[in-house]
Nanobody, 123 residues
């Protein structure tokens, strides 16, 4: 199982950025895919998750209304569209995969993780 996150970079506050996570070695259509982030000096936290058919999504309160998660099962890719970025969104963003059928905000329920991609938002 491999998860390859990409799309990070340096952006200004208020800008947008889209992260991608390419999954291989799993039956993408039966997994819950999640995004987590870890800011400098802080613990990793849940950002968003989407279920296997893309019909159910969930967001942390801190990103609700600004971030949108989506998936493309044909491309085995999950996306995180981030709009109205704030300096406090600066973090390494990780994608994760969970073969269960329930969305979870708890990182220990996700057995597979990508390497992370750094997003830096300047003020």
């Amino acid at each position: 199982v491999q998860l390859q996150a990409s799309g990070g970079g340096l952006v200004q506050a208020g800008a947008s950025r889209r992260l991608s996570c390419l999954a291989s070695g799993i039956d993408f259509s039966t997994y819950v895919m999640g995004w987590f982030r870890q800011a400098p000096g802080k613990e990793r936290e849940f950002v968003s998750a989407i279920n296997w058919n893309g019909g159910t999504t969930y967001y942390a309160d801190s990103v609700k209304g600004r971030f949108t998660i989506s998936s493309d099962s044909a491309e085995n890719t999950v996306y995180l569209q981030m709009n109205s970025l704030k300096p406090e969104d600066t973090a390494v963003y990780y994608c994760a995969a969970d073969p269960s059928l329930r969305l979870s905000v708890i990182e220990t329920t996700y057995p597979y993780w990508g390497q992370g991609t750094l997003v830096t938002v300047s003020s």
